[in-house]
């Protein structure tokens, strides 16, 4: 048998929850749950097929396929009045929302009058089931009728409609061509052929009705620009005329001479400011030197006359000082009038220049202002025949227009597209494959109770020594017929695998008193402990089977011929021999020492030492004693006998004991230090089994044990 300590241990491995899930495991727990899985898709599938027949409307789709005409734009050119689409993904994109816009989808649903048609315009229709009720209870309750429905106006209707229509269009661009797609879906083949072949139409007159009204457009605001122009042309040409004959006299060549002019008259002025200045310097001269000598007056003057009177002068010669007094005056009168005369010269030459500047910057003026706008009605000029041309080329380009894309096929017929039988019905056994996988896992994960021996065995560290299957009697007492007609069966083999186990679980000592106890009453300890009794008889074993459960004393459903009135309490209290008080099976060969009602508390007597001391007895006069004691979570009975018993085999009822119950049970039993042999499962359903998807691993109830076991 394996070490509990060690099952122990690799049962806390096998449920670490920080391990990896264990791919093999889920895929058992997938296995077993095969039916409900089944079960799931079968549905699903079922689902599906009615969807797909009776409930859904069949949806069909037509696509008609047109290109783009791409053009570069020219700003020079009227082209770029009149572009097409730019080549970049942006205003491909941009095409491709044009068609689905309100105002494109808004005339087709004019054009199309699918106002009236059901499928985008379904009106109020008729009270669904949840109306038709609550006008009844209003009735019988006498309640007013509800407020009459406002009915939407036209546009909001319109609207939802535009927005319906929308919603079964799709535009499909092909990578790396101007070539798409516009796709129609509809409950009607001919219908999305229809609505797609229409709204293609509708798009193209779009971009003729855009190109038309902007050479419209564009002829207007020329015409107009046109007109501005040709009044400015006149305005200045007027203006020009004006100028002209305001200034007949003024040109290039009357500026040029009057240029000339200014600087001959400057360089007089020049000369004459010049002599000014020396002449203004000589009387200076004059005037410093008259209180000077002769010789100096008569050297400043520069005089020959003066130089000869000089020196009859110095020498105070009257009359020479009178003729050289009456020279030197008359000279300096001579130079200020000289000055007199320059200065007089000077300002007429300043008036002459400022004359002259005044007359050339005023015809300079003049001539400028004529050029200036000369010019500026040239180029109005070139302007307005520059117009004009683009007026006449945009008149003529007026209902010549084409589309900036053209259709290069229309959409014939749709295509179902919904429901796609073949998708949805694989769709369905996917999805009620998971459903069944996920309702799978979570029964596993809200189990409970222990459906195998693994389970048990990894959740109590505990190794498993037997599996009973339920013994397929009426009553307790057929239970023990049962066994001993049909030794072949499937119960008689567990019971027999499980005396091997119990014998083999301790080779260091010999098990002879052996009891069986459970978590709660109704798990099958009792029946264990009989088949158990029963089997060791079949040995060739003298073996006693006693009833400890005293207070519940079963043991005569399933003894019913043992008519005795003492038992277990008068054999150890000493009113009663042992061997008056044990009765003998007949059928079984089993000695049986049953248990007796008593005002006495059992955990008492059970604790005495004449109990231990019976047991001590028994142990010398048959091979084996077989104890039947009390639940462990219930009374201490167990507990108490558990410490002179050899091997404690603890029962637990399957699919029904609750993880908790056995804890609770195990953990009771450990108190006392005392070692558990093992568990047993009993009462094992194998229809169970398999339904739960255990039918091919656990021997005498899988479906390999047909033919070796008795019914």
Avoid at 163 to 182: D, M
Avoid at 498 to 514: E, H, N, Q, W
Wanted: aromatic share 6%.
């Amino acid at each position: 048998m394996s070490d509990p300590q060690h099952l122990s241990q690799a049962s806390s491995a096998d449920i670490d929850p920080d391990d990896h899930i264990d791919f093999m495991t889920l895929m058992g727990i997938l296995w077993r749950g095969k039916l409900l899985i089944l079960l799931c898709m079968i549905c699903a599938l079922g689902l599906a097929v009615w969807y797909a027949l009776g409930v859904a409307v069949p949806t069909y789709r037509a696509s008609a396929q047109m290109s783009l005409g791409v053009r570069t734009e020219n700003l020079l050119d009227l082209e770029a009045v009149l572009s097409g689409v730019n080549p970049d993904q942006t205003s491909i994109n941009t095409e491709m929302d044009v068609i689905r816009s309100s105002e494109i989808v808004g005339r087709l649903v004019d054009g199309m009058n699918l106002m009236d048609d059901p499928e985008f315009n379904p009106g109020p229709g008729e009270p669904g089931l949840i109306e038709r009720t609550v006008t009844q209870v209003r009735g019988l309750l006498d309640l007013p009728p509800p407020e009459p429905e406002v009915l939407p106006d036209e546009i909001i209707i319109r609207n939802a409609v535009i927005n319906r229509v929308r919603g079964i269009i799709a535009t499909e661009p092909q990578e790396r061509s101007y070539v798409f797609n516009i796709a129609v879906t509809t409950q009607d083949p001919m219908k999305s052929a229809l609505i797609a072949n229409t709204l293609s139409q509708y798009y193209r007159d779009d971009q003729i009705a855009l190109k038309v009204d902007a050479t419209e457009r564009a002829a207007i605001w020329l015409a107009d620009r046109v007109a501005e122009l040709q009044v400015e042309i006149e305005e200045a040409e007027t203006e020009i005329n004006a100028l002209r004959t305001r200034n007949t006299l003024i040109s290039a060549e009357s500026i040029a001479a009057l240029s000339a002019q200014s600087v001959e008259v400057t360089a007089d002025l020049q000369s004459a400011e010049l002599a000014l200045r020396r002449a203004q310097d000589r009387v200076a001269a004059f005037e410093d030197a008259a209180t000077a000598d002769y010789e100096t007056r008569a050297a400043v003057a520069g005089d020959a006359q003066l130089m000869s009177l000089s020196t009859a002068a110095a020498e105070q010669d009257a009359a020479a000082i009178a003729r050289f007094d009456r020279r030197f005056n008359q000279l300096l009168l001579q130079l200020r009038g000289d000055t007199a005369r320059a200065r007089e010269a000077v300002g007429d030459l300043r008036e002459q220049v400022d004359s002259i500047t005044s007359q050339f910057e005023q015809q300079s003026q003049a001539l400028i202002e004529i050029e200036q706008t000369e010019r500026d009605t040239e180029a109005t000029r070139i302007l307005y025949d520059t117009f004009l041309t683009r007026l006449k080329e945009t008149s003529v380009q007026v209902g010549v227009h084409e589309a900036d894309s053209r259709l290069l096929s229309e959409a014939t017929p749709g295509y179902q597209v919904a429901p796609r039988k073949g998708i949805l019905l694989a769709m369905s056994v996917v999805l009620g494959f998971i459903i069944g996988a996920i309702a799978t896992l979570a029964r596993e994960a809200l189990q409970n109770t222990f459906r195998s021996a693994s389970a048990l065995e990894r959740h109590t560290g505990r190794a498993v020594l037997g599996q009973i299957p339920r013994i397929p009697a009426r009553t307790r007492a057929d239970t023990i017929a049962y066994l001993a007609k049909k030794p072949t069966s499937a119960a008689a083999e567990a019971v027999r695998n499980l005396r091997t186990s119990i014998l083999m679980s301790s080779p260091d000592r010999a098990c002879k008193v052996i009891l069986s106890t459970s978590s709660i009453p109704g798990e099958g300890k009792t029946t264990l402990a009989i088949a158990l009794a029963q089997n060791l008889v079949g040995l060739d074993k003298k073996v006693i089977l006693i009833e400890g459960d005293i207070r519940r004393r079963k043991f005569p459903e399933y003894f019913p011929n043992a008519e005795i009135d003492k038992g277990l309490l008068s054999v150890v209290t000493g009113e009663t021999p042992l061997a008056q008080a044990v009765w003998s099976d007949p059928a079984s060969g089993i000695d049986v020492l049953m248990g007796q009602k008593s005002s006495v508390n059992a955990a008492d007597v059970l604790s005495s030492a004449k109990f231990t001391a019976l047991i001590d007895g028994l142990r010398q006069q048959y091979d084996y004693v077989i104890i039947d004691t009390p639940p462990v979570l219930v009374v201490p009975d167990a507990r108490i006998i558990s410490a002179i018993a050899d091997a404690i085999v603890y029962v637990v009822h399957w699919d029904k004991t609750t993880q908790g119950q056995v804890d609770d049970g195990l953990k009771q039993l450990r108190s006392q230090n005392v070692p558990i042999t093992g568990l047993v499962l009993s009462q094992i359903d194998p229809k169970g089994m398999r339904r739960y998807g255990y039918s091919d691993q656990y021997g005498a109830y899988s479906r390999f044990a047909k033919g070796y076991y008795e019914g």
